[in-house]
């Protein structure tokens, strides 16, 4: 049965109190719903929910003193916790994703040491002052209303009515006359969002480039240097004794596939001395140098048996004959230990003559360079 408050083109009594007659779906079509305004579908919508008001706090009246005190705090947390992201993004970039790399080395500076604790600061600061802008922002500015509703189905009624009730918590949230709140909170989402994103550039930089599993950084010219970057002459060492060096580039001491030994042969062993093919002048005098990195595991070698002219790995006993081109000898490994060229330069310094002619540590890495 047809009433006022349900026939075509009604209001649905949402104007007057009273219950409602009739179905959204019977009462109102799409072009009569277009016709009105949010308003209207706002209230509309709610009277048809069953939604029942049972208390409203409008906020701060517009203007008012109590409300530009909470505008600014909400506006400069929100400053605060875009400045945090974005230095993140600061502190970020020193590990070379897109400015140059910001080292970190075992005797380096206070900034250095740093690094790691000062991006957990900043993006736990930045996350922080985020959620203690939000929830400032929902008690202080927003309206409060408490209301019940029925749960019922859908339909093109309840999208539209509902839209309309969004964009009116949206009108109602203040967010268009409150500047300082939307630049801050402008300023703040692209912060977190790329801090959130940076170190996803990671994923993006393709980790292949240049064969980096496949080689290290000596190269022609480059110094062998002990620990603790002081550079060796031939002689510095007795026949016999194995000394790990390093490539004299920045943080080569903290490179463990460019480890090396070292190694100056006695003179009995230096007659024994049998090269692998191809690579008999790798050596300078009685020195030669070899990978510090078993090619079994990984693990470092460095128990060195002169008499036996014996490398031993402490990890599962695989042992290099010096004397054989650090031929295995026994144990698990099955590939001989990657030898470096040497030379010495101008001033009477050890330095490579390349890179090693293969890739260095376990046996999977078995294949010449590309």
């Not at 919508?45 to 049972?54: C, F, N, Q, S």
């Not at 996350?127 to 008690?139: C, N, P, R």
């Amino acid at each position: 049965m047809s009433t006022r408050d349900s026939h075509p083109g009604s209001t649905g009594g949402a104007d007057t109190p009273g219950p409602l007659h009739g179905g959204p779906d019977e009462d109102y079509t799409p072009e009569q719903l277009a016709a009105m305004s949010r308003e209207e579908l706002d209230i509309l919508g709610a009277r048809y929910d069953g939604v029942e008001i049972l208390h409203v706090d409008p906020g701060p009246e517009p203007g008012s003193r109590l409300e530009k005190r909470a505008v600014r705090q909400v506006g400069w947390t929100f400053a605060a916790a875009g400045l945090s992201a974005f230095l993140f993004l600061v502190v970020y970039a020193g590990s070379g994703w897109f400015l140059p790399e910001w080292n970190w080395a075992r005797e380096g500076t206070t900034w250095s040491a740093m690094f790691n604790p000062l991006l957990g600061l900043f993006m736990g600061l930045s996350l922080t002052l985020a959620g203690v802008g939000l929830v400032l922002y929902t008690k202080k500015l927003l309206p409060h209303e408490t209301a019940v509703q029925d749960k019922h189905d859908g339909s093109h009624f309840d999208r539209v009515t509902t839209g309309a009730t969004l964009v009116g918590g949206l009108h109602n949230s203040g967010l268009a006359r409150r500047k300082l709140i939307t630049r801050s909170l402008g300023f703040m989402g692209a912060g977190v969002g790329l801090m959130l994103i940076a170190p996803l550039g990671g994923l993006i930089k393709n980790p292949n480039t240049g064969n980096p599993l496949g080689r290290t950084n000596w190269a022609e010219g480059v110094r062998l240097v002990r620990d603790d970057g002081s550079p060796i002459r031939p002689g510095d060492q007795e026949p016999g004794s194995l000394e790990t060096v390093f490539p004299a580039v920045a943080g080569g001491n903290l490179q463990p596939d460019a480890a090396t030994m070292l190694i100056r042969l006695r003179p009995e062993q230096l007659a024994a001395d049998r090269p692998k093919p191809g690579q008999e002048d790798y050596g300078y005098g009685d020195y030669v140098a070899y990978s510090k990195i078993c090619t079994h595991a990984g693990c470092p070698v460095s128990l060195y048996e002169q008499e036996t002219s014996r490398i031993l790995c402490p990890c599962h006993q695989s042992q290099f004959d010096v004397t054989q081109g650090a031929k295995p000898v026994f144990g698990p490994a099955t590939r001989s230990l990657p030898q470096l060229p040497i030379t010495v330069d101008d001033e009477g310094y050890f330095v490579a003559r390349s890179d090693y002619p293969e890739a260095t540590g376990p046996t999977y890495w078995n294949r010449e360079r590309i």
